[in-house]
């Protein structure tokens, strides 16, 4: 019998054992005479799945492919069956190392290969993996050079140098013009087109202006190795070529967005240290160039518009700078109002929530902002402000009732005027309180709440904002109706449901008003009178019942299975006694 379960005889009997883990086998035997030996237990243990282990890397990996620290690996092997016997590594084809841990520290290209084996002596494939270090910045640049090394007015510069050896390679030069670098991030970052090349070169490097600029050079490797350590001052550049100085100064009331909301007066001013300045020249949105011998000139611009002004400037040694652009906009007039302003839904509704649409107007500037305000505004910006190209804004009223709607626009330079607001009159109405109905007997119950004749009930329903829309009743289950009056007619307890609608989409609770008829009188009855009596004392009898109508009687709408009463019942009796015949 294995694992309690399947079970087989013979003399000499074969148990597969298929899956792994623990299995117990227990067997007996028996001889031709019946006779029945002890029962004998084995346990057996199958485990045929190797261990898995997982390497761990706590070191940072650059992007280059490269680790930048020393690399700290750790192993751990897992077996779910027999457990792990061993795990074990090799680093480049050396000798396997009972280990778990291993470290990188030194630059080089690493194979380590590692394996587990589980206490069953299933040994899992061997991994084999390729690690690079490079944990070293390369050595300062041999034999650099600048040329020119002397003053010159063409800003225009080239480096040269031989690169060290290093593991990775020469991947890029970092160049810094300055005093020196901050930091080794720092500076120009120029890549070189063959990182194993001996040599590098850059060219075309430009002083930041005029005067004398040291600048510095280091390497990064291809693992993104740098260090300031290894910078070299190359030389100093040193460039001299003075143009004049031309500038334009815009003055006016200034709106936003580089907007002025009034005539503009601009300013060109030609200034130079060296030989002096000889002529301006200017036009204004493409005209004829202008020029004046004065080194200032004032010009006056007041229509609205983007305006282009175009000006460069001379020295008297004939150096030109410019030609430049100065661009003026003006708009000194607000947008107009928005146009076709519209709110959906525009009757009433019982959710305070609304669509309001717009188109905006052509504008200087251009329109950017829009106004919303349920009550009239009471400055420029005193409203709800939405992104005008929107076009579109939920809204949602403050409370029940109806508003107005007051929408006004600002454009790109800072014009407002709530003067051009649109209006829409009763935009929104809000009314979510349902209709209240009021019922109304043409004739009024007993003091036990019967009636003792048919009824008109007369419904009023009354809804203060959006108003009464529908009044409908249904009478004992009947198919509903829509009336301000209902009849009720016939002994029994009738349900009249009663509920209104108003035009915002509000609907009442219902009311169910039960009302009890009864028109048919009680009956007495008196047992009749001994017609000899010596006795002074008379017994008497009397009963009385309250008949109801034929048939079944009414039912309530609510509970169609329980028939109610159809008349109210005997409530008192009224007891006359009479001297004599005629007494």
């Known amino acids: 019998e294995a694992n309690g379960g399947s079970s087989a005889g013979g003399i000499r009997l074969s148990v597969p054992i298929l899956t792994d883990g623990r299995h117990s086998l227990a067997a007996h035997g028996r001889d031709k005479a019946g006779n029945r030996s002890l029962p004998a237990a084995l346990s057996l243990n199958l485990d045929t799945h190797p261990p898995t282990t997982t390497l761990t890397i706590t070191s940072f990996l650059a992007a280059s492919g490269y680790y930048t620290t020393a690399l700290a690996g750790q192993l751990r092997a897992e077996d779910q069956m027999a ?25 080089g290209d690493y194979r380590v290969e590692y394996t587990s084996t589980d206490v069953a002596g299933n040994e899992e494939a061997i991994h084999d993996q390729r690690f690079l270090v490079d944990v070293t910045p390369p050595a300062a640049p041999l034999a650099p050079s600048l040329e020119p090394a002397g003053w010159t007015a063409n800003n225009h510069f080239i480096l040269s140098w031989q690169n060290p050896a290093d593991f990775s390679g020469i991947q890029a030069a970092n160049v810094f013009v300055g005093s020196h670098p901050p930091g080794p991030g720092d500076g120009i970052r ?21 005067g004398q600029w040291p600048v510095w050079l280091w390497l990064t490797d291809g693992a993104g190795n740098a260090s300031l350590a290894s910078a070299v001052l190359l030389g100093v550049l040193r460039h001299d070529a003075t143009p004049p100085q031309v500038s334009v100064q815009p003055v006016g009331p200034a709106g936003n967005a580089g907007w002025f909301i009034g005539p503009v007066e601009a300013t060109l001013r030609l200034s130079d240290l060296g030989s002096g300045p000889d002529r301006l020249h200017y036009r204004l949105d493409g005209a004829t160039w202008q020029q004046s011998a004065a080194p200032t000139v004032t010009l006056t611009i007041a229509s609205p518009g983007k305006h282009v002004l175009d000006y460069y400037g001379q020295d008297v040694a004939g150096h030109i700078t410019g030609p430049f652009l100065e661009t003026v906009r003006v708009d000194p007039d607000p947008p107009g109002h928005p146009l076709a302003l ?54 949602q009223a403050p409370s029940e009732g109806v508003h107005d709607l007051y929408v006004w626009l600002e454009d790109a330079a800072g014009n407002v005027d709530a003067a051009q607001a649109a209006i829409i009159s009763q935009a929104l109405r809000y009314d979510a309180t349902p209709p209240v109905t009021t019922a109304t007997y043409s004739s009024q119950p007993n003091a036990a709440g019967w009636f003792r004749s048919s009824v008109v009930v007369s419904l009023a329903a009354e809804d203060a904002l959006a108003g009464v829309e529908r009044t409908t009743w249904q009478l004992d289950g009947q198919p509903p109706a829509a009336s301000a009056w209902a009849f ?54 009397w009963a009385g019942q309250d008949p109801e109508p034929s048939g079944d009687g009414i039912r309530l709408a609510g509970d169609p299975a329980s028939p109610q009463p159809a008349s109210s019942g005997v409530a008192s009796y009224n007891l006359r006694v009479r001297q004599g015949v005629n007494g």
């Open 190 to 210: 120029y890549s070189l087109a063959d990182p194993g090349a001996p040599s590098g070169e850059i060219t075309g490097l430009t002083a930041p202006g005029e």
């Open 83 to 107: 457990g792990v016997a061993a795990t074990r590594l090799r680093i480049d084809g050396g000798a396997w190392q009972p280990t778990s841990a291993f470290n990188l520290a030194t630059d």
């Open 488 to 541: 009720v007619e016939g002994d029994g307890v009738h349900e009249l449901v009663v509920q209104s609608s108003d035009r915002a989409g509000n609907m009442e609770e219902s009311q169910a008003l039960p009302i009890r008829i009864d028109t048919l009188a009680p009956t007495a009855a008196l047992t009749a009178l001994p017609v000899d009596s010596a006795s002074r004392s008379v017994r008497v009898r």
């Open 342 to 395: 519209a709110v959906q839904p525009a009757g009433w509704v019982n959710t305070s929530q609304f669509t309001m649409t717009w188109r905006n107007p052509l504008d200087v500037s251009g329109v950017v902002l829009a106004y919303l305000s349920l009550t009239p505004p009471s400055e420029p910006r005193a409203g709800q402000i939405l992104p005008a190209a929107d076009l579109t804004a939920t809204i």
